[in-house]
């Protein structure tokens, strides 16, 4: 158990390695060649893991991480986990040894692309094997994080930044999304390991969740696999190293969403909404992308729309194959099996033959110094071997014999038609757009690969075009792609037994209901003429047309308006989203307090005023008042008149004297209504405040001496009595209705507790003491920060007088 | 009475209020100082008026006047006066460095 999570985690345990690796040895070797042991380890730990899983065998080992929260690493090893490991892992070997000889030794920092490397490789195999939702969460954010830092890798260009930032910005957004469908689904099922949810699914797709939870989770993937309309960061995201382009996106992160999908069939697979967005949204995805792939002159970003759009393929696979969930075991479910098989067997496909065409393209960079298939042409007479190489990619990208891609192609056609003839989820109408959309942008996919390969190496050779001698490329650099080569031709020839060992027990743990035979999924590359053999020649046929005919037509796609693409949307959208934030920020953040304080009075009187109303709070009693005297209502008058004063009043002396005036009065209330300590403090401390204001009147600047009125505003005077009615109101509901007796008697033992007569005094020095030695603080604080503020002035002042 | 102070207490505050949306430094320290003057009225309200004789034991009479809301108002009185002469000379300082008093060009969202 724990070797496997040394297996694991391995990649973590080296990325800490390699900055002291390179620091001391990097003068002799390529830090490359240490960095590849761990994958290789990996890949070479996985292999043996083959003979048991395709026996039907699954592993599930546990490391405790939170155990009181119920978080640990789960990892569970069945087919699909175990196909996508050997994936990272050998496509991580075969990367790493493109990347010795790719990336210079003396002038790259190869210990951060080694670490990033490493990091992300780590993530990608903890996301495949995790069976806690939460901590395969985990690990997809550390996949963005570990993508994002790689697309930065030369920071220093203003391009690279830009496409790490925008791949970041969705595929972050996708991810939240995703937890928050990853939360739902805990919700639901109450747990957080995959296959319980799966084991209940019953329970979940009757549940309100279930279809929000869907739409969050397929918003993760959607935006990971680069799906339309998610799909616009990639292509930028192109700015990596070549390395990079050809790892993490084609071979591996890009299909972390494929994976999710994969992994959650069982759950969602029987619903019509899965079916609909999945196959429609990847079958959009395919036709896009095979369509913008057409305009690129940049082979990096032609492959990138390649990419989107064989993403699309195996999407809709998925989704067509999600169908088996819904008819169950039985004749018409095991037809729909056979596309998601077909699902998986191209995802293998695609891992072989894209990696290699990126290697080739980073080749033609590495030695014409261009992408730009404007400068490129007759490289075949210079780059026989990367010709080659680049020739059984394309093909087998278009979907030709004798590669790979000719069977996956077919057996999509196949699901494809197969679905004209289904009655379920409206596809007795709509069916027929799937396999009529496929064929299109199969067309187009013919046409984009052989502009690849034809353009570049066919034609004449111009090297006045290039900047740089041109030959062939080392061995070690080719040895990548050759064997991944390899992988194309050997697969076409031997489908049935990557078929048997690693693609059906896959099958397995994505349909776990279907009765699965070998027999029935033998993959042949001859059966007959049928409908599938008609229409991929057709897409020769036609194809072969368009592409000779290209020239005519190809202006019509580059000249096809930018401002509608949907990158320029994105572009468009950021800098406004930004500019209207700061102009809503400008107009209510002004700056002026009394602003501020409107906001805060108007948010007082709408939440108080608010509930008062709405909780029928509004009830008075008057009948415990006290009397009111001729004395009491001259006080009272007295008081509203000098209010009044410093309100109304041209002068400020007028101002402060009758403040002094309405504390006076407060003294005087303090007076009948027996408080003598009250008053007494009252009166002094209304004779100092008094004489503080006069002072500070004293020293206010001669300019603005001079005698104003305040300026009349009616929002103010409308805040203002508001204010003054909320309070009122709230007062008078609050007085006369007492919820219980109050505490007093226990203060009126003073005498016999205390020892004192005076019971405010008892309760001031005695009772509640803190009060007042916190209230001393509070005094001797402010009288500091009198001082501070007086005497530090004149300090600076004999400072600058000095200078 | 106590409606009589409430009505008091509303007419006071909203006259505090509307000096604190004024302009002028000192104007808001005048309004702050009403309301706190009717804060104080509020409290001492609130425990009922003219019940009984002041709370002194040495009065010898049944009933008192409610001490706790007084004992709350002498700590009020005591920081609010604190307070108080601290925002004056904060005021005053201001005034010496800016060279105003007022709030509208001691306004600050530019760049600080």
């Known amino acids: 158990m724990a070797i496997f999570f040394i297996f694991i985690f391995l990649p973590f345990l080296s990325a800490i390695l390699v900055p002291f690796l390179y620091k001391y040895l990097n003068r002799l070797v390529h830090t490359g060649w240490f960095v590849l042991l761990a994958p290789l380890f990996i890949l070479i730990y996985l292999l043996q893991y083959i003979p048991s899983i395709a026996a039907g065998e699954t592993y599930q080992y546990t490391l405790s991480w939170i155990p009181t929260l119920g978080i640990n690493i789960v990892t569970y090893v069945d087919g699909l986990s175990l196909l996508f490991g050997l994936l990272i892992s050998g496509v991580g070997v075969l990367v790493i040894i493109y990347s010795i000889f790719y990336m210079s030794k003396t002038r790259e920092a190869l210990h951060q692309f080694y670490v990033y490397l490493l990091l992300f490789m780590g993530a990608m195999l903890g996301l495949v094997f995790s069976d806690h939702l939460l901590v395969l969460y985990g690990f997809w954010e550390l996949t963005s994080v570990s993508s994002f830092l790689l697309i930065a890798y030369w920071y220093e260009r203003k391009s690279s930044r830009q496409g790490a930032l925008k791949a970041m910005l969705i595929t972050v957004i996708g991810g939240f999304g995703m937890l928050a469908g990853f939360i739902m689904l805990i919700m639901m099922a109450d747990t957080y390991s995959i296959r319980e949810i799966i084991a209940q699914v019953d329970v ?248 690849f390969v034809f353009k570049t190496f066919g034609g004449k050779f111009h090297p006045e075009k290039l900047t740089r001698k041109v030959h062939e490329a080392s061995f070690g650099m080719l040895f990548a792609p050759i064997v991944l080569c ?108 009394r602003h501020y304080l409107s906001y805060i009075f108007s948010f007082f009187v709408m939440l108080l005023l608010g509930s008062l109303l709405l909780n029928y709070g509004l009830k008075f009693d008057f009948s415990n008042d006290a009397s009111i005297t001729l004395f009491d209502a001259g006080l009272v008058l007295v008081m509203l008149i000098a209010a009044l004063t410093v309100l109304l009043t041209n002068h400020r002396v007028v101002a402060i004297v009758a403040l002094g005036a309405v504390g006076y009065m407060v003294s005087m209330f303090f007076v009948i209504f027996r408080a003598p300590d009250l008053a007494l403090t009252q009166m002094v401390v209304e004779t100092v405040t008094t004489v503080l204001f006069l002072l500070c009147f004293y020293h206010l600047p001669k300019l603005k001496k001079d005698i104003e009125r305040i300026p009349f505003k009616l929002s103010n005077l409308i805040i203002s009595i508001s204010v003054g009615l909320t309070v009122t109101l709230l007062a008078l509901s609050a007085n006369g209705h007492k919820l219980f007796e109050p505490i007093t008697a226990f203060f009126e033992r003073a005498y016999e507790l205390a020892g004192a007569k005076n019971i405010v005094n008892a309760i001031l020095v005695d009772f509640r003491g803190f009060d007042t030695m916190l209230e001393i603080s509070v005094l001797t604080i402010a009288g500091l920060g009198v001082y501070v503020l007086i005497h530090q002035r004149s300090k600076r002042r004999k400072q600058d007088e000095t200078e | 009475m106590e409606t009589l102070i409430i009505l008091l207490v509303g007419v006071l505050v909203s006259i505090g209020t509307y000096l604190i949306l004024s302009r002028r430094l000192l104007r808001i320290v005048l309004g702050a100082s009403l309301i706190s003057h009717a804060v104080n009225l509020l409290l001492i309200t609130s425990g009922g008026l003219k019940t009984g004789s002041a709370p002194l034991l040495s009065e010898r009479t049944q009933q008192f006047t409610d001490a706790i809301p007084q004992a709350l108002i002498l700590t009020a009185i005591v920081i609010n006066f604190a307070v108080t002469a601290l925002v004056l000379v904060l005021g005053y300082r201001a005034y010496q460095s800016f060279g105003s008093d007022d709030m509208e060009q001691l306004r600050g969202n530019e760049y600080e």
Not at chain 1, 289 to 298: E, I, K, M, V
Request: aromatic fraction near 14%; charge should be positive.
């Open chain 1, 204 to 451: 979940i797709q009757n549940h309100a969740l279930f279809i929000p939870a869907m739409l969050c989770i397929l918003l993760g993937a959607f935006t990971k696999s680069a799906q339309f309309p998610f799909g616009i960061w990639l292509p930028d995201a192109m700015e990596a190293p070549t390395p990079v382009s050809a790892y993490l996106h084609s071979a591996t992160m890009v299909k972390a969403g494929i994976y999710l999908v994969a992994r959650t069939t069982p759950i969602f697979g029987g619903s019509s909404v899965w079916f609909w967005l999945v196959a429609g949204v990847g079958v959009i995805t395919l036709l896009y992308g095979s369509l913008s792939a057409l305009r690129q002159t940049d082979l990096k970003a032609l492959l990138a729309y390649s990419t989107i759009s064989q993403l699309g393929l195996i999407m809709s696979l998925l989704g067509v194959g999600s169908l088996a969930v819904y008819f169950g075991p039985g004749e018409k479910g095991s037809l729909f099996t056979v596309a998601t098989f077909a699902a998986l067997f191209h995802l293998f496909n695609h891992s072989t033959f894209k990696g290699s065409l990126f290697m080739v393209v980073g080749i033609i960079d590495h030695e014409t110094g261009k992408r730009d298939i404007r400068y490129l042409s007759g490289l075949m007479q210079v780059l026989p071997v990367t010709f080659t190489i680049a020739m059984v990619g394309a093909f087998s990208m278009a979907g030709l014999p004798p590669f790979n891609g000719f069977l996956s192609k077919e057996m999509f056609f196949a699901a494809m038609t197969e679905l004209t003839h289904v009655s379920a989820f409206g596809l007795d109408r709509l069916g027929l757009i799937f396999p009529v959309i496929a064929w299109i942008a199969s067309v187009f996919t013919f046409v984009y690969c052989m502009i």
């Open chain 1, 486 to 593: 390899l992988f194309v031709v050997l697969t076409f020839f031997f489908p049935n037994v990557l078929g048997k060992y690693i693609l059906i027990p896959a099958l397995t743990s994505v349909l776990p209901m279907m009765p699965i035979s070998s027999t029935d999924l033998k993959i042949s590359a001859w059966h007959g003429i049928n409908t599938e053999l008609l229409m991929t020649i057709g897409v020769v046929v036609l194809g072969f047309l368009l592409f000779r005919t290209a020239k005519r037509w190809i202006r019509l796609f580059r000249n096809y308006p930018q401002t509608l693409t949907l990158n320029h949307l994105f572009n468009k959208a950021l800098p406004s989203m930004e500019k209207r934030a700061a102009s809503l920020t400008n107009r209510y953040m002004t700056g002026s307090l």
